[in-house]
Protein backbone atom coordinates (compact mmCIF):
# COMPACT_ATOMS: atom_id res chain seq x y z
CA UNK A 1 0.00 0.00 0.00
CA UNK A 2 0.87 3.50 -0.50
CA UNK A 3 -0.30 6.58 1.60
CA UNK A 4 -0.84 10.09 0.20
CA UNK A 5 -0.43 13.26 2.28
CA UNK A 6 -1.10 15.90 1.00
CA UNK A 7 -0.77 19.96 2.51
CA UNK A 8 -1.27 23.59 1.66
CA UNK A 9 -5.21 24.04 0.46
CA UNK A 10 -6.98 26.80 1.60
CA UNK A 11 -8.98 29.87 0.66
CA UNK A 12 -6.75 32.92 -1.01
CA UNK A 13 -8.35 35.68 -3.28
CA UNK A 14 -9.00 35.86 -6.87
CA UNK A 15 -5.03 36.95 -8.55
CA UNK A 16 -3.20 35.00 -5.70
CA UNK A 17 -1.02 31.77 -5.28
CA UNK A 18 -1.21 28.65 -3.76
CA UNK A 19 1.03 25.67 -3.15
CA UNK A 20 0.19 22.26 -2.45
CA UNK A 21 2.49 19.58 -1.41
CA UNK A 22 1.93 15.40 -1.56
CA UNK A 23 4.28 13.46 0.09
CA UNK A 24 4.19 9.41 -0.40
CA UNK A 25 4.66 6.81 1.55
CA UNK A 26 4.83 2.91 2.80
CA UNK A 27 5.35 0.27 0.13
CA UNK A 28 7.17 2.28 -2.50
CA UNK A 29 9.41 0.62 -5.39
CA UNK A 30 9.12 2.85 -8.39
CA UNK A 31 6.69 5.79 -8.86
CA UNK A 32 5.58 5.83 -12.54
CA UNK A 33 3.22 8.94 -12.80
CA UNK A 34 2.33 11.40 -10.36
CA UNK A 35 -0.58 14.26 -10.75
CA UNK A 36 -3.41 16.43 -9.35
CA UNK A 37 -6.91 16.24 -10.07
CA UNK A 38 -9.49 18.36 -8.63
CA UNK A 39 -13.38 17.84 -8.41
CA UNK A 40 -15.70 21.40 -7.94
CA UNK A 41 -19.14 20.73 -7.02
CA UNK A 42 -21.58 18.84 -8.69
CA UNK A 43 -18.70 17.98 -11.50
CA UNK A 44 -16.47 15.40 -12.25
CA UNK A 45 -12.84 14.47 -11.01
CA UNK A 46 -10.80 16.48 -13.92
CA UNK A 47 -6.69 15.74 -14.30
CA UNK A 48 -5.20 19.25 -13.41
CA UNK A 49 -1.41 18.58 -14.02
CA UNK A 50 0.82 15.14 -14.59
CA UNK A 51 4.54 14.61 -14.33
CA UNK A 52 6.28 11.35 -15.29
CA UNK A 53 9.09 9.78 -13.71
CA UNK A 54 11.15 10.88 -16.63
CA UNK A 55 9.88 14.52 -15.67
CA UNK A 56 7.64 15.08 -18.42
CA UNK A 57 4.61 16.99 -17.92
CA UNK A 58 1.17 17.41 -19.28
CA UNK A 59 -1.69 20.06 -18.35
CA UNK A 60 -5.37 20.66 -18.66
CA UNK A 61 -5.59 23.61 -20.81
CA UNK A 62 -7.44 25.59 -18.63
CA UNK A 63 -4.13 25.66 -15.91
CA UNK A 64 -1.55 26.01 -18.74
CA UNK A 65 0.28 29.00 -18.08
CA UNK A 66 -0.48 29.25 -13.89
CA UNK A 67 0.11 25.99 -12.55
CA UNK A 68 3.26 24.21 -12.63
CA UNK A 69 3.82 20.83 -10.80
CA UNK A 70 7.29 19.46 -9.93
CA UNK A 71 8.37 16.73 -7.91
CA UNK A 72 11.35 14.86 -6.19
CA UNK A 73 11.72 11.77 -6.94
CA UNK A 74 14.34 10.97 -4.15
CA UNK A 75 11.55 12.22 -1.81
CA UNK A 76 8.74 10.60 -3.47
CA UNK A 77 6.76 14.30 -2.94
CA UNK A 78 4.95 16.65 -5.51
CA UNK A 79 3.91 19.90 -5.76
CA UNK A 80 1.80 22.16 -7.79
CA UNK A 81 2.45 25.54 -7.62
CA UNK A 82 -1.11 27.56 -8.30
CA UNK A 83 -0.81 31.10 -9.55
CA UNK A 84 -3.28 33.91 -10.69
CA UNK A 85 -5.39 31.65 -9.19
CA UNK A 86 -9.49 32.03 -10.07
CA UNK A 87 -12.64 31.78 -8.51
CA UNK A 88 -13.12 28.66 -11.09
CA UNK A 89 -10.18 27.05 -9.78
CA UNK A 90 -12.12 26.38 -6.66
CA UNK A 91 -12.84 22.55 -5.84
CA UNK A 92 -10.80 19.77 -3.49
CA UNK A 93 -7.84 18.79 -5.13
CA UNK A 94 -6.45 15.24 -4.84
CA UNK A 95 -2.78 13.88 -5.20
CA UNK A 96 -2.61 10.42 -7.44
CA UNK A 97 -0.03 8.37 -7.73
CA UNK A 98 0.51 5.46 -10.49
CA UNK A 99 2.38 2.50 -9.48
CA UNK A 100 2.60 -0.82 -11.21
CA UNK A 101 -0.09 -0.26 -12.97
CA UNK A 102 -2.15 0.69 -9.58
CA UNK A 103 -3.37 3.78 -8.76
CA UNK A 104 -3.37 5.49 -5.54
CA UNK A 105 -5.25 8.58 -4.14
CA UNK A 106 -4.64 11.18 -1.18
CA UNK A 107 -7.60 12.12 1.21
CA UNK A 108 -7.94 15.78 -0.95
CA UNK A 109 -6.98 19.29 0.00
CA UNK A 110 -9.48 22.07 -0.35
CA UNK A 111 -8.97 25.08 -2.34
CA UNK A 112 -11.50 28.36 -1.93
CA UNK A 113 -10.88 30.97 -4.31
CA UNK A 114 -13.28 33.87 -3.60
CA UNK A 115 -13.15 37.53 -2.35
Known amino acids: QVQLVESGGGLVQPGGSLRLSCAASGRIFRIDRMAWYRQAPGKQRDLVAAISSGGAINYADSVKGRFIISRDNAKNTVSLQMNSLKPEDTAVYYC?????????WGQGTQVTVSS
Open 96 to 104: NVLQVLRDY
